[in-house]
Nanobody, 123 residues
Framework: QVQLVESGGGLVQPGGSLRLSCAASGFTFNYYAMGWFRQARGKERELVASITNDGGANMYADSVRGRFTISRDNSKNTVYLKMNSLKPEDTAIYYC????????????????WGQGTQVTVSS
């Protein structure tokens, strides 16, 4: 059973920082690229950052580039998202997922979305 458990969300003021963590189990972690998605209320889920299986290359959505940093520790089966200079529009539930060959979509056989972790940016 594939499990991905997100943590680290919370309430932060604009300009603040948070670090999200995702603990993975049930699959060979270092075989897969990983991604962070977010879904704001009333909006579609979007991929905001991804990282290759070996941590050698990252991708960021235009909206977060320069502010967010994705990283992973394969010895701990954990992927992180460091978020700096947070804006109200970053408010969303954040999810982690293993990505398929495209680097854009979740691995279909790994099941449905988990609970995610809520990030709220507000003054």
């Amino acid at each position: 059973q594939v499990q991905l458990v997100e943590s680290g969300g919370g309430l932060v003021q604009p300009g603040g920082s948070l670090r999200l963590s995702c603990a993975a189990s049930g699959f060979t972690f270092n075989y897969y690229a990983m991604g962070w998605f977010r879904q704001a209320r009333g909006k579609e889920r979007e991929l905001v950052a991804s990282i290759t299986n070996d941590g050698g290359a990252n991708m960021y959505a235009d909206s977060v580039r320069g502010r967010f940093t994705i990283s992973r520790d394969n010895s701990k089966n954990t992927v992180y998202l460091k978020m700096n200079s947070l804006k109200p529009e970053d408010t969303a539930i954040y999810y982690c997922k293993a990505l398929d060959w495209s680097g854009d979509y979740p691995v279909a056989q790994f099941g449905s979305w988990g609970q995610g972790t809520q990030v709220t940016v507000s003054s």
